[in-house]
């Protein structure tokens, strides 16, 4: 496992790090040793986080932009400088609580957007601009953080499931692209989290919809954001270099089958 200061001299750009996931990866990669861009669309979220960050003694900058948009992505990576490690956090379950989607014979393209353009098109976009600066330095590291709905698919959020498998084989396909020049690429594929974005869920632990969600999990508890920070810094750090073109559940061991 990833000691502190392994990361030393590395710069980390963590997208949609203003809360849950991608705060508590942008924290543990600043202990880790790197220089931290936290990027929200939400600036004050990122502005909250750098200072917690710098409040610990970390480097951290606010990067600002929204990733569904190609060209102020390109600009404010290219402000912001060269770019070791990117973690394509930034993601759209639904515009509504978490756990409330519909099934997709009643939706339509204007439904579908939203969905793709985040957790696909925001992945490909950020992707797009950090590669050129590590393959100039043959140095580079890029995880996605996608889902189990797009391994086993997801009821009533069949759109959502479609972009993080997207997400996912486009990442398979830029470790195949970037292994010559020492950048991997791996997904971790979450189970369902306690974060901001499920917090509603959670509030009422025993009730039937969230016993429901926990019976299928071996460890009956939602994951943290904790769960997730130990294998992102291995797979950040020079001891993953030979771990690429990966889907990494981090799951509790979710199974359809219990
Ligand atoms: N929470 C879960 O149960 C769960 C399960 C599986 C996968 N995931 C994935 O984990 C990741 C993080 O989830 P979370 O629960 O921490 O989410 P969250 O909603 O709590 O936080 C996401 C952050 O991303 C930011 N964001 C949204 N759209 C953005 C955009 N276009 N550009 C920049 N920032 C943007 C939001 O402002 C927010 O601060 C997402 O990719 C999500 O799909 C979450």
């Known amino acids: 496992m990833t000691a502190d200061g392994d990361l ?3 710069c980390a750009l963590v997208t949609g790090a203003g809360q849950g996931v991608g ?3 942008a924290l543990a990669l600043a202990d880790a040793g790197a220089e931290v861009l936290v990027n929200d669309v939400r600036v004050d979220r990122a502005e909250d986080v750098v200072a ?3 409040d610990k003694g970390g480097r951290g900058r606010s990067v600002p932009f929204d990733v569904t948009d190609h060209e102020e992505v390109a600009t404010a990576i290219a402000a912001a400088g060269p770019v070791d490690i990117l973690i394509n956090n930034a993601g759209n379950a639904g515009a ?4 409330v989607g519909r ?5 339509g393209p204007a439904d579908w957007e939203p969905f793709l353009r985040v957790n696909l098109y925001g992945v490909m976009h950020c992707t797009h601009a950090v590669l050129p600066a590590m393959i100039e330095r043959q140095w580079g590291r890029v995880i996605t953080i996608v889902s189990d709905a797009g391994r086993t698919g997801d009821r009533n959020s069949a759109v959502y499931a479609t972009a993080k498998a997207g997400a996912a084989g486009f990442i398979r396909s830029i470790a195949m692209e970037g292994g010559r020049h020492g950048i991997t690429a791996n997904n971790i594929a979450l189970g369902t989290m306690r974060t901001p974005l499920t917090e509603a869920l959670w509030d009422e632990p025993d009730s039937p919809r ?7 999990y071996v460890i009956r508890r939602p994951g943290t954001p904790d769960d997730v920070a130990a294998l992102a810094l291995l ?5 993953g270099s030979w771990i690429t073109g990966q889907t990494i559940p981090v799951n509790g061991g ?5």
């Open 52 to 54: 917690q960050v710098r």
């Open 103 to 107: 099934a997709f014979h009643d939706t």
């Open 235 to 239: 797979l950040a750090g020079d001891q």
């Open 210 to 216: 969230a016993k429901a969600i926990l019976q299928n």
């Open 254 to 258: 979710y199974s359809f089958a219990l």
């Open 8 to 10: 030393a001299g590395r």
């Open 23 to 25: 705060r508590g990866l």
């Open 96 to 99: 509504g609580p978490f756990t």
